[in-house]
């Protein structure tokens, strides 16, 4: 925001120099980033934050100035205009999206003269980056960048009807913007309408057909106030900027929009004569209320380390128009209507110290740190990232954002979306962290990494399970959102599981995955399963596969991908917080390899099942070994190797005890599999 010091002084006293300002302005929060120079004028080019907009023009400045340095503050004064009429015989105002569009009023001056505009306001525009056009919308910029609210002026003889609506754009409606942009409008965005057309872009800008010109003689001012988003959008829909949608974005005082509208045609009457017609058409769907905000003296303390009594707090918000008053010990504010940035205590706290000077908070040699105890889900996390890495895997950071068609690979339902308004490309939260390990997947092939194993911790944000899209519960998370750890590797889907094993039995010990063959999106149907812990509940937690072929060719990866993704609050639930004491083992296993030959459709999860049903004490791991098919197994058969491992706790294991309970097992699968011991 540049800011004329010349001008400036018009509202202010300031006797320092144009650097001593911009020092002391930096000092409270409106940086001075450059001072540009200009014919006997200086000009400061201030960073105005986004919760400031009341500093986006000369009149807000000069507050600020005038609460820092404690002189009195002018406010602008008009000579008033010779009146005549009644507005409300000649025009009128229907607003029929109230939420759009809170206040809109209009003033009508009639027999003004149009022509250019007296030096000093050419000068004083051009110094703000703005050009003369003539006398009337050379006032509305002038306003604008005193008391930072756009006005529009339109020909009040060529509104259809003279009258205004303000409501939404019919599909497909046209409008051909003053600087000769044709606009294709939607029902999204909001439009000044005469009786038959739309005549401007609510809060962007007005259309050629009603701008002001050298035959205008009757002139409308518009002043209002617009919906912040509704303006934002619009505005990165049609690619049109201007000075008065960067105001209306960040929000326009609700009350000065009528003394705005007042002062320009105040300066019109003076620059380009004419009469005010009597009165001002105001259509105010909720008038304003000033919120009062409490501030305790203590907490201000406290919060800021240092000590400002009571009374001089009192002095610093009364100084910013706070109207502070005592009730008991606390201070109650109103808060006028300029400075919605003002909601909470603390807000209270920044305006104290940013006018008692930041350079008050003592800087000391010495840092206290409180100590406080292991956050659980910290530390089964880095259990879990340990074991991972143990594994050979990489951990991964990626962005919670992919586009909706990488999304719909792997979720049935529609993703959670931004409005494609605010984010274009990559809009869609991510329903698995799957999609995101692909990509990265795919840069390292394309940087010639081969082989990868990646992992990551990270929250997903799956579609509700009644298809809802973007509820958020009280807390502010999504109703479905969760961490999920997940994993891919180039290696065999074996080693996958493998490693997925290893990190559930870092955390929960004794507990085992079991994988329940399933149809899987996104996965392989040949090759893909459910992830149960320990089948509990016969609740899946996840997922794990190979990923399916059109999934690769959509990320263009040469080789097959194995992939798992799990509930990782699942596995936090069964992880053991106390650690477990177990002695070595004082005897020696004995380990027997069986070859067994079973139906094709004997999984290995219901091999395990049966050897698991015959009660043996002594057998302490049942392990998978490999599959065999070919001669000479017969053909609709297999031999599946497993190895049983025996140990006591107490003794020695004889060959005989150990060879009578592997009889036992072949007995039991011959009787329930027709297993076949393979010679």
């Given at each position: 925001?540049?800011?004329?010091?010349?001008?400036?002084?018009?509202?202010?006293?300031?006797?320092?120099?144009?650097?001593?300002?911009?020092?002391?302005?930096?000092?409270?929060?409106?940086?001075?980033?450059?001072?540009?120079?200009?014919?006997?004028?200086?000009?400061?080019?201030?960073?105005?934050?986004?919760?400031?907009?009341?500093?986006?023009?000369?009149?807000?400045?000069?507050?600020?100035?005038?609460?820092?340095?404690?002189?009195?503050?002018?406010?602008?004064?008009?000579?008033?205009?010779?009146?005549?009429?009644?507005?409300?015989?000649?025009?009128?105002?229907?607003?029929?999206?109230?939420?759009?569009?809170?206040?809109?009023?209009?003033?009508?001056?009639?027999?003004?003269?149009?022509?250019?505009?007296?030096?000093?306001?050419?000068?004083?525009?051009?110094?703000?980056?703005?050009?003369?056009?003539?006398?009337?919308?050379?006032?509305?910029?002038?306003?604008?960048?005193?008391?930072?609210?756009?006005?529009?002026?339109?020909?009040?003889?060529?509104?259809?009807?003279?009258?205004?609506?303000?409501?939404?754009?019919?599909?497909?409606?046209?409008?051909?913007?003053?600087?000769?942009?044709?606009?294709?409008?939607?029902?999204?965005?909001?439009?000044?309408?005469?009786?038959?057309?739309?005549?401007?872009?609510?809060?962007?800008?007005?259309?050629?057909?009603?701008?002001?010109?050298?035959?205008?003689?009757?002139?409308?001012?518009?002043?209002?106030?617009?919906?912040?988003?509704?303006?934002?959008?619009?505005?990165?829909?049609?690619?049109?900027?201007?000075?008065?949608?960067?105001?209306?974005?960040?929000?326009?005082?609700?009350?000065?929009?009528?003394?705005?509208?007042?002062?320009?045609?105040?300066?019109?009457?003076?620059?380009?004569?004419?009469?005010?017609?009597?009165?001002?058409?105001?259509?105010?769907?909720?008038?304003?209320?000033?919120?009062?905000?409490?501030?305790?003296?203590?907490?201000?303390?406290?919060?800021?380390?240092?000590?400002?009594?009571?009374?001089?707090?009192?002095?610093?918000?009364?100084?910013?128009?706070?109207?502070?008053?005592?009730?008991g010990d606390k201070i109650v504010c109103t808060i006028p209507p300029w400075r919605g940035d003002l909601v909470r205590e603390v807000d209270l706290i920044e305006e104290i110290i940013r006018l008692e000077g930041y350079d008050k908070i003592p800087v000391t040699?010495?840092?206290?740190?409180?100590?406080?105890?292991?956050?659980?889900?910290?530390?089964?996390r880095r259990q879990a990232t340990a074991a991972a890495q143990a594994g050979g895997f990489d951990e991964t950071l990626t962005l919670t954002f992919i586009e909706p068609a990488e999304a719909a690979l792997f979720c049935n339902a529609p993703a959670v979306c931004?409005?494609?308004?605010?984010?274009?490309?990559?809009?869609?939260?991510?329903?698995?962290?799957?999609?995101?390990?692909?990509?990265?997947?795919?840069?390292?092939?394309?940087?010639?990494?081969?082989?990868?194993?990646?992992?990551?911790?990270?929250?997903?944000?799956?579609?509700?399970?009644?298809?809802?899209?973007?509820?958020?519960?009280?807390?502010?998370?999504?109703?479905?959102?969760?961490?999920?750890?997940?994993?891919?590797?180039?290696?065999?889907?074996?080693?996958?599981?493998?490693?997925?094993?290893?990190?559930?039995?870092r955390l929960a010990g004794q507990a085992k995955l079991e994988v329940q063959p399933a149809v899987v999106k996104g996965m392989s149907n040949s090759a893909s399963g459910n992830v149960l812990l320990d089948g509990k509940d016969g609740k899946a937690i996840g997922?794990?596969?190979?990923?399916?072929?059109?999934?690769?060719?959509?990320?263009?990866?040469?080789?097959?991908?194995?992939?798992?993704?799990?509930?990782?609050?699942?596995?936090?639930?069964?992880?053991?917080?106390?650690?477990?004491?177990?002695?070595?083992?004082?005897?020696?296993?004995?380990?027997?390899?069986?070859?067994?030959?079973?139906?094709?459709?004997?999984?290995?999860?219901?091999?395990?099942?049966?050897?698991?049903?015959?009660?043996?004490?002594?057998?302490?791991?049942?392990?998978?070994?490999?599959?065999?098919?070919?001669?000479?197994?017969?053909?609709?058969?297999?031999?599946?190797?497993?190895?049983?491992?025996?140990?006591?706790?107490?003794?020695?294991?004889?060959?005989?005890?150990?060879?009578?309970?592997?009889?036992?097992?072949?007995?039991?699968?011959?009787?329930?599999?027709?297993?076949?011991?393979?010679?």
């Open positions: 925001m540049k800011i004329s010091l010349n001008w400036l002084r018009e509202y202010v006293d300031v006797s320092c120099s144009a650097e001593d300002l911009a020092k002391a302005l930096t000092r409270i929060g409106l940086s001075c980033e450059e001072i540009l120079q200009a014919p006997d004028d200086a000009v400061l080019n201030l960073e105005i934050t986004s919760n400031r907009p009341d500093c986006l023009g000369h009149l807000g400045v000069a507050r600020e100035v005038a609460a820092m340095t404690g002189v009195p503050l002018r406010l602008p004064k008009g000579k008033n205009p010779k009146i005549r009429g009644k507005v409300g015989e000649m025009t009128s105002v229907e607003v029929s999206a109230a939420d759009l569009c809170p206040r809109y009023t209009a003033r009508l001056i009639r027999g003004v003269k149009v022509g250019p505009s007296p030096s000093w306001m050419v000068r004083r525009l051009e110094a703000m980056g703005l050009r003369g056009v003539n006398n009337v919308v050379d006032v509305t910029n002038y306003v604008l960048m005193e008391y930072s609210q756009p006005l529009h002026s339109f020909d009040f003889d060529k509104l259809a009807g003279r009258r205004i609506v303000v409501r939404r754009a019919k599909a497909g409606e046209e409008l051909v913007s003053i600087d000769g942009t044709r606009c294709r409008l939607d029902e999204s965005m909001l439009v000044i309408a005469d009786a038959e057309k739309a005549v401007a872009i609510a809060g962007v800008m007005g259309g050629q057909d009603t701008e002001v010109g050298a035959g205008t003689t009757n002139v409308l001012i518009e002043s209002a106030q617009f919906d912040p988003l509704s303006v934002r959008r619009t505005s990165r829909k049609l690619a049109l900027m201007s000075e008065s949608n960067y105001r209306f974005e960040r929000g326009v005082d609700p009350v000065g929009v009528e003394q705005a509208s007042l002062r320009a045609c105040q300066l019109i009457a003076e620059l380009a004569g004419g009469e005010l017609v009597e009165g001002i058409v105001d259509v105010w769907a909720k008038p304003f209320v000033p919120p009062t905000v409490t501030l305790r003296p203590r907490r201000c303390d406290a919060l800021l380390g240092i000590r400002i009594p009571p009374a001089r707090q009192m002095e610093i918000l009364a100084k910013l128009h706070l109207s502070p008053r005592m009730e040699d010495r840092i206290t740190h409180g100590v406080a105890a292991d956050n659980p889900v910290d530390r089964v931004v409005d494609s308004v605010v984010r274009k490309t990559d809009n869609a939260l991510r329903p698995t962290l799957i999609p995101s390990l692909l990509r990265v997947c795919k840069t390292n092939q394309d940087a010639g990494n081969a082989d990868v194993d990646l992992f990551e911790i990270s929250a997903v944000f799956p579609p509700g399970s009644s298809g809802r899209r973007g509820k958020t519960s009280p807390r502010g998370a999504m109703d479905d959102e969760h961490l999920e750890l997940a994993m891919v590797t180039t290696r065999e889907l074996a080693d996958l599981r493998g490693a997925l094993e290893a990190v559930a039995q997922v794990i596969g190979m990923v399916a072929p059109e999934v690769l060719d959509h990320y263009g990866l040469a080789r097959p991908i194995a992939a798992v993704a799990v509930r990782f609050d699942a596995m936090l639930a069964a992880a053991q917080q106390a650690k477990v004491y177990q002695p070595l083992p004082r005897f020696p296993a004995v380990r027997r390899d069986l070859s067994l030959i079973v139906d094709e459709d004997v999984a290995w999860k219901r091999l395990a099942e049966a050897i698991a049903a015959v009660p043996q004490p002594t057998r302490v791991a049942v392990d998978y070994v490999t599959t065999y098919r070919g001669k000479p197994v017969p053909a609709g058969r297999k031999s599946v190797t497993v190895t049983l491992t025996y140990r006591a706790a107490d003794q020695t294991l004889r060959n005989e005890q150990v060879d009578q309970q592997v009889t036992e097992v072949v007995e039991a699968l011959r009787k329930g599999l027709a297993a076949e011991l393979r010679a």
